[in-house]
């Protein structure tokens, strides 16, 4: 996601309702790179809108999704998904102490992964994360 008036945009093509509420998600989400959880967005959005719902949330992200405008990141062990707004080929570092997620940007002809099949499969799309600690939570651990 780039900008709210691309989101209104491809949100207007497809004959969505563009209501303040989902304005205030877009604006939320645009350059987020702490791939937030529903309910992270639901809390700051109710700072500024105390009359927003939690399905308001819910319903513009799924549809922001279905849009391929966000992805959607599940953890291994966090029962919550993530939302990713950086829609292009990367994997995640997810720090298991304070479990941040950080992007990994990898040049784009470092792999012709999703050219490739593997086992037959025709790949069209991968998450990858891999479990650590950041640098921050490293300092005063005993990491065997």
């Known amino acids: 996601m780039k900008n709210v008036e691309e989101v209104v945009e491809k949100f ?13 998600v877009f604006s939320i989400l645009v350059n987020n790179e702490n791939h937030p959880k529903a309910e992270e967005i639901y809390t700051e959005l109710e700072a500024r809108m105390p009359d927003v719902s939690l399905a308001t949330v819910y319903n513009t992200l799924n549809i922001l999704e279905e849009l391929g405008m966000i992805d959607a990141v599940s953890i291994v062990g966090d029962d919550a998904v993530h939302y990713d ?4 080929p990367h994997d995640h570092l997810y720090c298991i102490c304070c479990h941040r997620i950080v992007d990994i940007i990898r040049d784009r002809h470092d792999s012709n992964f999703y050219e490739k099949e593997l086992l037959g499969f025709r790949i069209i799309k991968r998450h990858i994360t891999y479990y650590g600690y950041c640098p921050d939570c490293q300092e005063g651990l005993e990491i065997i």
């Open 12 to 24: 207007q093509e497809q004959r969505y309702k563009i209501t303040p509420q989902r304005r205030e």
């Open 85 to 88: 707004p950086n829609t292009e």
